[in-house]
């Protein structure tokens, strides 16, 4: 019951350098990419992602949760393990997983997000809690970071003040997560307050993203580079606090930020845009496992389905387990999108669901919803030579959802 991932594996690798090198151009002198390997590793799994990443020479990755560390780092001892999902003591959950990675071998190299007040001041305080963290900002994304005043007074906490003097905590830049679309950089949360400042002026005919982040970086630069002025701190320390890691800005934003704030650490997260900026280097393929002739008016699969015309039952490796049919909701803005959307769902409404199986060059119907391991296709007498068992038939599914039996084309 086979589904696989089959990778040009030359062609692919090519991609992912360019990609590591276009944007080490785009952030230098002070910036590198960091490849973010999470979830289902896009499709890859993250093991092998984390590999790749070595491969690349990438200092640091990024990963999703804490409870992804130790697949990652476990594959190299050499990068650095940022933890995307901010660190909350009160996600007891979460907590657990913290204090077994902090007390096990890879507990050097966490990278801790934070994105609270008291998360910082826990982390200040707490023996027990990470050493090495990010301080995320709020951005128009509204998910999750410090307000605007709150970035203001980060570092004015005694107990924050005297833990990085100490150098019992060591604050490592500032995190950016940005949105997707360009934001309405007027009503993102720093920038409707600081607009009227001369120093963003600069990056006022850039895009949203840029502006919102160049914005960003001007009050980083104050509160850091004021608390490192204060405290003393050291040009290494002062280096690493002046940084600022963002996600989601192409090549020419972060340039225009690069340009913008010279002298600001620049680094970029970068994951679907490097594992999956080729798609034409992957393919998705299903095992035909069985084929049936049926008659019109035959009941076939668990639900029992009358087959709607003579023709044929192919039965294809990939169901559920493995992402098929399975997929986040639609964005829906444009008339097209709601178009396509409401025609989905009449068809879904009267039992009619395209598979993401392609067979002799044409997306064919499911039987039924997808079995957990196995689909069941639907190929009329018309539609050309029904495919042998022991054949792959390719498949469309979003990479970010699947998971695959095997991936070929990387060992």
Do not use: C
């Amino acid at each position: 019951m086979t589904f696989a991932l089959y990778v040009d594996g030359p062609r692919w690798r090519r991609h992912t350098e360019s990609v590591r090198d276009s944007v080490g151009a785009a952030v230098a002198p002070a910036g590198e990419l960091i490849p973010v390997i999470k979830g289902n590793g896009y499709g890859f799994g993250n093991a092998r992602l984390a590999r790749e990443a070595a491969r690349l020479g990438s200092s640091t990755v990024a990963v999703g949760t804490i409870d992804e560390v130790a697949e990652v780092a476990e594959q190299s001892d050499r990068e650095d393990v940022l933890v995307l999902a901010p660190y909350d003591p009160r996600d007891a959950q979460a907590a657990k997983s913290w204090a077994a990675a902090l007390d096990g071998p890879h507990r050097t190299r966490l990278v801790a997000t934070i994105s609270t007040p008291d998360g910082l001041t826990n982390a200040a305080r707490t023996e027990s809690a990470p050493r090495r963290v990010l301080i995320e900002s709020l951005t128009s994304l509204h998910r999750f970071g410090l307000n605007d005043d709150e970035l203001t007074n980060t570092l004015r906490d005694d107990a924050v003040r005297h833990a990085i003097r100490d150098q019992r905590l060591r604050i490592e830049g500032l995190a950016l997560h940005l949105p997707l679309s360009q934001p309405d950089a007027r009503r993102s949360p720093t920038t409707e307050t600081m607009l009227h400042d001369a120093r963003v002026a600069v990056a006022t005919s850039g895009t949203a993203r840029t502006q919102e982040t160049v914005t960003f970086a001007h009050r980083w630069l104050t509160v850091a580079g004021d608390f490192a002025d204060s405290t003393g701190l050291s040009s290494a320390a002062t280096e690493r606090l002046l940084t600022m890691w963002v996600s989601h800005l192409d090549d020419h934003e972060l340039t225009a930020v690069r340009a913008a704030v010279p002298g600001l650490g620049l680094n970029a997260r970068i994951g679907s845009r490097l594992w999956l900026g080729d798609r034409d280097a992957l393919t998705a393929r299903g095992t035909v496992l069985a084929v049936h002739r049926v008659s019109k008016g035959d009941r076939v699969g668990y639900r029992q389905r009358r087959a709607p015309r003579d023709g044929v039952l192919v039965i294809v490796g990939g169901g559920t387990a493995h992402g098929v049919a399975l997929e986040a909701p639609s964005p829906v803005i444009t008339a097209r999108q709601r178009a396509i959307a409401a025609a989905t769902g009449a068809l879904e409404a009267i039992g009619r669901a395209k598979s993401p199986f392609m067979v002799n060059g044409q997306q064919r119907w499911f039987a039924e919803p997808p079995h957990m391991q196995v689909s069941l296709l639907w190929l009329g007498s018309a539609d050309g030579a029904a495919p042998r068992v022991g054949d792959e038939v390719s498949a469309d599914v979003r990479l970010t959802t699947a998971h695959f039996d095997h991936v070929v084309g990387l060992d």
